[in-house]
């Protein structure tokens, strides 16, 4: 009982009122002590998670720019390797059409050149010692695959012939113009819209009204539109002089523009006659024509059985990258000369 009494004696003395309040003072200066250091603490967890989120970025950055720097170098690698390759094709062209130049005649399609590569290994081209000495890179170009092909340039109406060097229309030309219009069903306006720039622009002494077309495409320069120039790419071509038509390797929608006074049907006679016997000169396709053979030998159109203009095309697939190109050759006797590429 003496102890309980001197408890509350104690406990209602000032002494004891400022033991307690000097031990609030205390539990609230180290409550505050411990919320600074807790939050010391999320400051510097927050620094350091934005320190590797930012050094993280950083690096996938620079990994993505120097994948992007090895994604270009590889392809342009193969680029390269591929150009080199197709020129070593186009070179191997231009062996065969001189070969063929330098046995002379005419020009058909039963010859080497008319024949297409299909799509083959290019160790089928190297053969077995060209495979051997190349045996440390035989992997790689098995994987290789060339194809291409040569087409006679002269095997269709050339553009440039519908107006001579002074700028004069070529009337006959442009009547065969006119009758593969008609039966290809194209509006002639265009074609008189074509000749009129054509001759505008070869004329001397006159500022051209248009650029000198070099490629089929370019004929929308001359006003044509491109859907009609779409539908004519089988059967005309724009060379840099004037040819005569291949009775040899035309079409038969060619040859019936050509021909004067022949019909649709004379024109597949002379295509499915030279299959078994190429035509050596006009007279032998006159024959094949009968009555109708007249158009061909006096003919105002330029006509023949030869030819020396060429494309040469190849495709070579490797890896992930196709590439395809095309030579425009022009052959004489002793050269085979690259005129322009595309």
């Not at 120097?66 to 070179?91: F, H, M, P, S, T």
């Not at 442009?174 to 054509?198: D, K, M, V």
Request: hydrophobic share 45%; aromatic share 6%; proline share 4%.
């Amino acid at each position: 009982m003496m102890r309980a009494e001197r408890s509350q004696r104690f406990a209602g003395c000032p002494e004891r009122r400022q033991f307690k309040v000097l031990q609030g003072h205390a539990a609230g200066k180290a409550a505050r002590r411990l919320r600074g250091i807790r939050g010391a603490t999320g400051a510097a967890l927050l620094a350091a998670m934005l320190t590797v989120s930012l050094v993280a970025t950083l690096a996938s950055a620079a990994l993505a720019i120097q994948w992007r720097g090895y994604e270009v170098e590889k392809a342009v690698r193969a680029r390269l390797q591929a150009a080199w390759l197709l020129r070593g094709a186009v070179d191997r062209a231009r062996l065969i059409l001189g070969e063929d130049a330098r046995s002379g005649g005419v020009d058909h399609l039963a010859q080497p050149w008319a024949i297409p590569v299909k799509e083959a290994k290019l160790t089928d081209f190297l053969g077995t010692n060209g495979a051997d000495q190349h045996g440390d890179y035989r992997d790689s170009l098995e994987a290789v695959f060339l194809s291409g092909e040569i087409t006679d340039l002269q095997s269709r109406l050339n553009v440039m012939n519908l107006v001579t060097a002074d700028g004069f229309v070529s009337w006959p030309d442009y009547q065969a113009f006119q009758r593969l219009f008609a039966y290809l069903n194209l509006p002639s306006t265009e074609l008189q819209r074509a000749i009129q720039s054509l001759a505008a622009s070869r004329s001397e002494g006159r500022r051209p009204a248009s650029l000198l077309p070099q490629r089929l495409d370019q004929l929308v320069w001359l006003g044509l539109s491109a859907e009609t120039v779409a539908v004519l790419k089988p059967y005309v071509i724009v060379l840099p002089t004037r040819t005569a038509l291949n009775l040899n390797t035309a079409s038969p929608e060619a040859m019936y523009a050509a021909i004067e006074d022949a019909s649709l049907g004379d024109a597949r006679r002379l295509a499915a006659a030279r299959l078994s016997a190429p035509f050596r000169t006009l007279g032998e396709a006159a024959k094949v024509l009968g009555p109708a053979g007249d158009s061909v030998t006096q003919s105002n159109i330029a006509l023949g059985v030869a030819t020396d203009y060429f494309q040469i095309a190849a495709r070579l697939q490797m890896d992930d990258t196709t590439v395809e190109q095309r030579w425009v050759v022009q052959r004489t006797v002793s050269t085979v000369q690259l005129l322009w590429m595309e």
